[in-house]
């Protein structure tokens, strides 16, 4: 894929006495590495769509504000699959994953438009990573901890194929083999399923929290 992504500006991401006290040669903790992830979302988010949105001439109405939907929800989710309810986050990152496939269909991508969607949030996290490190030592970043985030973001790029063949698919059963354009109904029904999901997040990081 052709790279989109101008490279980040030099900036720094204070986690707290307790990251930077550590004693040397320690890995960073999960814990550590969520809180540097759910610090990062904004920036994250904004790189993200503003990729999405120079890939199409027009969104189209109701489009831009579902992405957005779609965006917040992931950059919640991500930071959980790296804490202890991790397998459970996983669950509903897949779903959220799928359903951003579905709606890529709809929208009239390819199924590798979708795919290049979805890994700019791949080469965003890497990014930052290096030029925003969580710790100031890059040797406490775990590779256990790369390697699961990785994962989790290679499992969204599958889901997300996933959701878009499965419309295809569905449009295809039912005759058109087109999928339904993006209707008001249509745009109604995605924004429920997303906030039924958004619920189930709340939850997690309320049992994540203590809160």
Known sequence: MADHLAPW???????????????????????????????QAEPLRERWLADVRGRSESLGHGVDELLEAF???FLQILPLTL???????EAVWIQVAELFGSLAAQRGLAAGEVIEEFQVLREAVIRLLWASPP????????????????????????????????????????????????????RYEIREQLQALE?????????????
Request: proline content about 7%; hydrophobic content about 40%; aromatic content about 4%.
């Open 9 to 39: 500006p030099a900036q720094s991401v204070s986690l707290g006495p307790a990251a930077h006290s550590a004693p040397a040669g320690t890995h960073l903790e999960p814990a550590e590495f969520s809180r540097w992830l759910e610090a």
């Open 71 to 73: 965006m917040d929800l």
């Open 83 to 89: 804490g202890p309810l991790r397998s459970t986050a």
């Open 135 to 186: 710790v100031r030592e890059p040797s406490r970043v775990a590779l256990r901890e790369v390697l699961r985030l990785n994962r989790v973001l290679d499992r969204g790029v599958t889901h997300a194929s996933v959701g878009h063949t499965d419309g295809l698919f569905f449009a295809l059963f039912q005759g058109s083999g087109v999928p339904e354009s993006l209707t008001d109904d249509i």
């Open 199 to 211: 619920t189930e997040v709340k939850t997690l990081r309320r049992v994540v929290t203590g809160d």
